[in-house]
């Protein structure tokens, strides 16, 4: 199985439209290369139209790269590199060749409670989160969780996954994001296995050029 790699870039002081046309240059450059079976840009591109309350928690980081197929040294270099294990618990179709996608994805860099092992907090993820998540928030049309197997750049928070959080338009966020009883069942869900006050929201618009696992 070839290996996931999650990338994170920040924009700092670069223009926004040179910052996403860079990027976006680069997921298609890397899709052009056979090997590479999924290539999904997400990017803060000015034009996210995520809702405000959407930016839950702050982040310094403005845009993610997911690539699978490629080798570590074939990865192109960001601010923070993590190698990944993919899973697609709600999927929707993706386009391709590097279609936008409908409305916008939020990325949820997560950190376990302290009293968890990284195999507990990947566990509860896994066989309790996704359940719940999927039951309570039918706004929610697209749903990953990357388990990070390892930091692959020297400074890399001590992140434990990253959530990818879809929704086709910010009314489907604003007013479907929780069903009847979804908040309750959420919030108490993610209380048993996230460090929510160390936690990060990044909406971001989603570019897909390849992905092997719509």
Known sequence: MS????????????????????????????????????????????????????????????????????????????????????????????GADGERSPGFT???PSIRLSSLSHD?????WRTNHSRVHVASSPGTCHYEQLVIDEALTRDAPEWDGIGLLSFASASDYTERLFGPGGMEAIYSDCSKFLDLDRGETIPTSEFTYRDGAA
């Not at 700092?12 to 997921?27: H, I, K, P, S």
């Open 3 to 94: 290996d996931t790699h999650f990338v994170m870039f920040r924009r700092n002081d670069e223009d926004v439209d040179a910052f996403t046309g860079r990027l976006r240059d680069m997921a298609a450059n890397l899709a052009a290369d056979r090997r590479s079976l999924d290539v999904v840009l997400f990017v803060d591109d000015g034009l996210v139209g995520a809702p405000p309350e959407a930016t839950a928690y702050p982040s310094e980081y403005d845009a993610g790269l997911l690539v699978t197929g490629l080798p570590a040294a074939d990865v192109p270099d960001g601010d923070i590199s993590f190698r990944v294990t993919r899973r697609v618990i709600k999927a929707r179709p993706r």
């Open 106 to 108: 939020i990325l949820c």
């Open 120 to 124: 507990e907090f990947d566990a509860h």
